[in-house]
């Protein structure tokens, strides 16, 4: 009896509502187990979670406290006082979760980190912090990187992000967070948000504008007068997931599934059903990029389950996932910078980065059949290789990619000795506005003229130095700060038009071209270095 009132109850919201359906697994329930990952729940909570796209890491946060720096909290979970929130992870070694363990300083502090977000590669973590300061350095959202074994350089995102945080400061009363989002591209971040974390939050969006800014968050449309919570944007990019007690369901918190179109509307909203929707909280759905396995919340405890072809209605659209592996002439795992282009539309899909230490990484994008090309570039080396492969409907759903240069010795040709040619000079100065990144139009003419000169030189004879510099204002660390975030949009300008090595540095206000007296001397102050130099170029 119980199990028809759900049904009728359902079909009652679908006609009050006329907003979302109820996928029809709840015949199949009975084909899938759905269990607790044991292995990595706590006593306390364990919830917003993420997941590589190979399916090796599961990355979450716990108020379980067992760090040096762990303090209890105010706050009470099933009657027992929570510590601070840190972000822990999980490595699957021969299809078993090992124990979990936690993020090191400077990700994890005593001021509760949440949300993590790993990106495609496993390279660089989004998350949450407020530890002191984040007013000032653009948080509280944040980008990490992972640099062998070691994550480094936390840094604030800045932008529409950090504006719409600091806005909500009222009475020292902050906006309260449970669940954030970055699409596989980087471009999209959702976050339900609200003024009482206890209370009925909403989804926000925000997306990264053409100069590398994030737009101010505004509300989804599909958020209620009720609460919304994890959110999660699929490997392809447009399927969206989110805990919901607004738009009907079993009961408590409930799971569904819409699509997110460029214009920030969505499709049809979708309960998932069955065994995922209880009378219990259900929230915090991820689903693998590979499509056949999915991790969710319940009542704040992790839960796992393997996924047939029963459960098609509730996957995201189909994608390709490159486990790929890079190596040297010597097989020794290197760090690369990864780029993936769909050579039909000449669009570049997705950028990575292979870990110095292993070697590896990968890339997940909508299965579409085609022409691909994988762009290879060795990090302080001149390599640079090029993999082209197509997809078809006979290709896997995982392709592993081992990427190593022709080493075979080269015997060298005796050729005439041709006349040296000067090396072209280059020498220009970019400018930004105040407390900016982005590049503007007029500066970016100044670049084209560099890409242009570079055009048909050997860019392994070639390097271009360049130094990020700030005016005065602000205090030192900020300023550094900043020197770096704009040498580094000029340099990720460069690396996309030429195959010159480049050399990266940042000093701050450190080295004034003028004297900081005047708006006019600040704003030649606030500019980007850029010299060429090397040997001379043979025509």
Request: charged share 25%; net charge negative.
């Amino acid at each position: 009896m119980r199990f028809f009132l759900s049904v009728f109850y359902l079909a009652v919201i679908n006609l009050l509502h006329g907003q979302f359906s109820v996928v029809d697994s709840l015949v199949n329930k009975e084909s899938i187990s759905v269990s607790p990952l044991e292995i990595v729940n706590s006593p306390y909570r364990d919830v917003n979670l993420s997941i590589t796209p190979n399916g090796k890491y599961l990355f979450f946060m716990s108020g379980r406290g067992e760090t040096r720096w762990s303090l209890k909290k105010e706050t009470t979970f099933r009657g027992k006082v929570e510590y601070d929130g840190d972000i822990w992870f999980s490595e699957r070694v021969d299809s078993i979760w090992q124990s979990p363990k936690y993020l090191p300083l400077p990700i994890n502090s005593a001021k509760s980190e949440d949300e993590p977000n790993i990106s495609p590669d496993g390279q660089t973590v989004y998350f949450q912090s407020w530890h002191d300061g984040w007013e000032m350095d653009g948080g509280p959202y944040y980008r990490a990187e992972l640099y062998g074994n070691r994550w480094q350089n936390p840094t604030g995102l800045y932008g529409g992000i950090h504006q719409f945080f600091k806005d909500s400061m009222s009475y020292y009363r902050r906006y309260a967070t449970d669940g954030m989002a970055i699409s596989p591209n980087g471009k999209i971040f959702i976050v339900a948000a609200g003024v009482d974390y206890d209370g009925d939050l909403d989804l926000y969006i925000s997306r990264k504008l053409d100069n590398n800014d994030w737009s101010y968050p505004k509300r989804l449309v599909i958020s209620t007068k009720k609460e919304e919570r994890s959110v999660f944007i699929a490997a392809d990019g447009k399927t969206v997931y989110f805990g919901s007690s607004g738009h009907g369901g079993f009961g408590g918190l409930d799971i569904f599934k819409t699509t997110l179109y460029d214009d920030d509307s969505f499709g049809e909203i979708t309960n998932i059903g069955a065994p995922f929707n209880t009378k219990e909280h259900d929230f915090g759905f991820i689903i693998g990029a590979l499509g056949n396995e999915v991790f969710f919340v319940r009542n704040d405890d992790i839960y796992y389950a393997q996924l047939g072809a029963q459960f098609n209605a509730i996957k995201p659209s189909p994608t390709l996932v490159i486990n790929g592996l890079v190596l040297d002439c010597k097989q020794r795992p290197v760090q690369a910078n990864i780029e993936l282009y769909d050579i039909t539309q000449n669009k570049l899909l997705a950028t990575a980065r292979s870990n110095s230490l292993s070697g590896e990484y990968s890339i997940a994008i909508p299965r579409i059949e085609g022409k691909y090309r994988q762009r290879i570039r060795y990090f302080n080396d001149t390599t640079l290789l090029r993999k082209d492969f197509d997809i078809t409907e006979d290709t896997p759903q995982l392709l592993e990619l081992t990427i190593q240069p022709d080493c075979a010795p080269i015997v060298p040709k005796v050729l005439p000795p041709r006349p040296a040619l000067p090396m072209p000079t280059f020498d220009a100065l970019i400018y930004f506005d105040f407390d900016k990144q982005a590049l503007k139009s007029e500066e970016k003419l100044k670049l084209d003229s560099l890409v242009s000169l570079l055009q048909g030189l050997d860019g392994s004879m070639l390097q271009l130095h360049i130094v990020g510099h700030t005016d005065s204002w602000g205090s030192d660390e900020y300023n550094i700060k900043l020197s770096q975030r704009r040498a580094a949009t000029v340099a990720d300008y460069l690396r996309q038009h030429t195959d010159v090595a480049l050399q990266v540095t940042y000093e701050g206000e450190a080295i004034p071209l003028l004297d900081n007296t005047t708006s006019e001397n600040r704003a030649r102050n606030r500019r980007v270095a850029i010299m060429l130099s090397g040997k001379d170029a043979q025509h």
